[in-house]
C-alpha cells in the first residue's frame, strides 16, 4: 500500500481502493420463510424500525460507493438461525461475505461452526452483550464449554467476531492468551469511554490488549459518533487506536441500518472522522484489514 501525506480523501473513489463494509446486518422481508428468534428473547428496536433486506442493502452499497460487505448475522432478530444471511450472500457472492452466529455453550457447537462454513458463510460471531441480551451476567465469553469453538476457529483460522462491552474485556484476555493463533475481531472497540478525552484514561482496559497481535478492532459508527462527545475529538480517538494498534488491524464498518441514518452517511463521517490518517492508514482501515481477515472477499 502506498504511503501519502496527511490529507485524507472524503469520498470511497478517492481511496483508491474498494470500499470494505466489516459490519452490517440484513433483516428478511418474509417472517414465515425467515422466523424471528432473537436472542433473549426481544427483538432489537431497530430491526424493527429500519430494517433493510438483500436488495436494499446492495441499492445502499452502489449509493454509498461501498464496494462489498461483510453480512453479520443480526443476533437480535434471528438468534442463531444464520440462513437470511446464508441466502443473502448466496445471492450476491460478488458483494457479499457472511458471519454467522452460534451458541458455543452447546454440545454440538463444533458441528454447528462446520455446518454453516461448509455452506458457504465465511466468519464466525459470539455475542454477549448487545442491547437485547446484556441482561443475562451469567454467559461468559471464556466458559470452558466453549472452548473447543475456539480450537477449531484457530486450526481453520476462522475469524471470530466478538460483542462485548469493556467488563468483559478481561475474559477476552483469557482467550487471547490460550488461543493465540486464532483470528479475533473485536465489535465497536468494545465501545470505550471516551467524554474525557485523550488520553483515553477510561479505556486503559482496551488500550492494554495492543500486546496481543491476533486481536484486530471494528472502527464503527459507534465509534465516530462517540469519539466527538464530551473532550474527546475524532482526530485524537483515530490517531489513538492507529498508534496503539496499527491501522492493519482496523476495519471500519457502518453497523447499518443498526446505527441510525443512511449506509452513504455513514462512510462520510467516518471519512471525516478519520481525515487526520495517512491514505495508507485509510486503506487498511476501509479495505486492506478486512480482506486479512476474510480471504473469502478476494475470491470474486
Same mark, same amino acid.
Given at each position: 500500500?502506498?504511503?501519502? %501525506?496527511?490529507?485524507?480523501? &472524503?469520498?470511497?473513489?478517492?481511496?483508491?481502493?474498494?470500499?470494505?463494509? %466489516?459490519?452490517?446486518?440484513? +433483516?428478511?422481508?418474509?417472517?414465515?420463510?425467515?422466523? &424471528?428468534?432473537?436472542?433473549?428473547?426481544?427483538?432489537?428496536?431497530?430491526?424493527?424500525?429500519?430494517?433493510?433486506?438483500? $436488495?436494499?442493502?446492495?441499492?445502499?452499497?452502489?449509493?454509498?460507493?461501498? @464496494?462489498? @460487505? +461483510?453480512?453479520?448475522?443480526?443476533?437480535?432478530?434471528?438468534?442463531?438461525?444464520?440462513?437470511?444471511?446464508? #441466502?443473502?450472500?448466496?445471492?450476491?457472492?460478488?458483494?457479499?461475505?457472511?458471519?454467522?452466529?452460534?451458541?458455543?455453550?452447546?454440545? #454440538?457447537?463444533?458441528?454447528?461452526?462446520?455446518?454453516?462454513? #461448509?455452506?458457504? &458463510?465465511?466468519?464466525?460471531?459470539?455475542? $454477549?452483550?448487545?442491547?437485547?441480551?446484556?441482561? #443475562?451476567?451469567?454467559?461468559?465469553?471464556?466458559?470452558?464449554?466453549?472452548?473447543?469453538?475456539?480450537?477449531? $476457529?484457530?486450526?481453520?483460522?476462522?475469524?471470530?467476531?466478538?460483542?462485548?462491552?469493556?467488563?468483559?474485556? !478481561?475474559?477476552?484476555?483469557?482467550?487471547?492468551?490460550?488461543?493465540?493463533?486464532?483470528?479475533? &475481531?473485536?465489535?465497536?472497540?468494545?465501545?470505550?469511554?471516551?467524554?474525557?478525552?485523550?488520553?483515553?484514561?477510561?479505556?486503559?482496559?482496551?488500550?492494554?490488549?495492543?500486546?496481543?497481535?491476533?486481536?484486530?478492532?471494528?472502527?464503527?459508527?459507534?465509534?465516530?459518533?462517540?469519539?466527538?462527545?464530551?473532550?474527546?475529538?475524532?482526530?485524537?480517538? %483515530?490517531?489513538?487506536?492507529?498508534?496503539?494498534?496499527?491501522?492493519?488491524?482496523?476495519?471500519?464498518?457502518?453497523?447499518?441500518?443498526?446505527?441510525?441514518?443512511?449506509?452513504?452517511?455513514?462512510?462520510?463521517?467516518?471519512?471525516?472522522?478519520?481525515?487526520?490518517?495517512?491514505?495508507?492508514?485509510?486503506?487498511? +482501515?476501509?479495505?486492506?484489514?478486512?480482506?486479512?481477515?476474510? !480471504?473469502?472477499?478476494?475470491?470474486?
Amino acid at each position: 500500500m502506498m504511503t501519502a %501525506s496527511n490529507t485524507a480523501p &472524503l469520498s470511497a473513489i478517492s481511496l483508491g481502493v474498494p470500499v470494505v463494509d %466489516s459490519h452490517s446486518h440484513v +433483516i428478511a422481508d418474509d417472517p414465515v420463510r425467515y422466523p &424471528l428468534a432473537p436472542m433473549g428473547g426481544k427483538q432489537s428496536d431497530w430491526s424493527k424500525e429500519r430494517p433493510v433486506n438483500g $436488495i436494499g442493502m446492495v441499492q445502499a452499497m452502489k449509493d454509498a460507493g461501498v @464496494s462489498k @460487505s +461483510i453480512l453479520v448475522q443480526a443476533s437480535t432478530c434471528y438468534g442463531h438461525d444464520n440462513s437470511y444471511t446464508l #441466502d443473502c450472500v448466496k445471492a450476491n457472492t460478488s458483494q457479499f461475505v457472511g458471519v454467522y452466529s452460534v451458541d458455543t455453550l452447546q454440545a #454440538d457447537a463444533v458441528a454447528q461452526v462446520k455446518r454453516w462454513k #461448509d455452506a458457504g &458463510l465465511s466468519g464466525m460471531r459470539v455475542f $454477549i452483550a448487545g442491547h437485547t441480551a446484556a441482561a #443475562d451476567h451469567s454467559v461468559r465469553l471464556d466458559d470452558p464449554r466453549g472452548f473447543p469453538v475456539w480450537e477449531y $476457529i484457530s486450526e481453520n483460522q476462522i475469524a471470530m467476531c466478538v460483542q462485548l462491552r469493556a467488563d468483559g474485556l !478481561p475474559q477476552l484476555e483469557t482467550l487471547l492468551k490460550q488461543f493465540p493463533k486464532a483470528k479475533v &475481531l473485536l465489535d465497536h472497540f468494545a465501545r470505550p469511554v471516551l467524554e474525557e478525552g485523550a488520553p483515553y484514561a477510561q479505556a486503559a482496559s482496551l488500550f492494554a490488549l495492543a500486546k496481543y497481535p491476533n486481536l484486530n478492532f471494528k472502527f464503527t459508527t459507534h465509534n465516530v459518533r462517540e469519539s466527538k462527545e464530551g473532550k474527546s475529538t475524532q482526530e485524537a480517538f %483515530s490517531k489513538a487506536v492507529v498508534n496503539a494498534f496499527g491501522a492493519n488491524r482496523i476495519a471500519w464498518g457502518s453497523n447499518f441500518p443498526a446505527s441510525a441514518g443512511g449506509l452513504t452517511k455513514h462512510l462520510q463521517e467516518a471519512l471525516e472522522a478519520t481525515a487526520s490518517l495517512t491514505l495508507e492508514e485509510q486503506r487498511w +482501515i476501509y479495505s486492506g484489514t478486512a480482506h486479512a481477515l476474510y !480471504p473469502d472477499l478476494n475470491k470474486s
